[in-house]
Nanobody
């Protein structure tokens, strides 16, 4: 069982940066591929970035490529999402999620563990 707690959201102007953190409990954290999703009002929850257990495989949605960076520190049981050059369309609740797989996962239904979400608001 893995419990996830996100932090680092907030209000930022367009062009600014934020760093989200996801702290995981459980000794098996390093065995789980992880992902960051986001959900804007009236829209489906979408995958933003995903990372394999080792960090060796990474996926980014086209909308964030070149601007966002996902990383993990297994010694600290933490996953990060560095968000640069933020745009108003990045405004959403961001969720950290974990899958029972060690390899990277892009399908939402493969994720078993979810955090409570953190709000990111980008003003124009």
């Amino acid at each position: 069982q893995v419990q996830l707690v996100e932090s680092g959201g907030g209000l930022v102007q367009a062009g600014g940066s934020l760093r989200l953190s996801c702290a995981a409990s459980g000794r098996t954290f390093s065995r789980h591929a992880m992902g960051w999703f986001r959900q804007a009002p009236g829209k489906e929850r979408e995958l933003v970035a995903a990372i394999s257990w080792s960090g060796g495989s990474i996926y980014y949605a086209d909308a964030v490529k070149g601007r966002f960076t996902i990383s993990r520190d297994n010694a600290k049981n933490t996953v990060y999402l560095q968000m640069n050059s933020l745009k108003p369309e990045d405004t959403a609740v961001y969720y950290c999620a974990g899958t029972g797989r060690v390899t990277i996962a892009t399908a939402r239904q493969l994720y078993d563990y979810w955090g409570q979400g953190t709000q990111v608001t980008v003003s124009s």
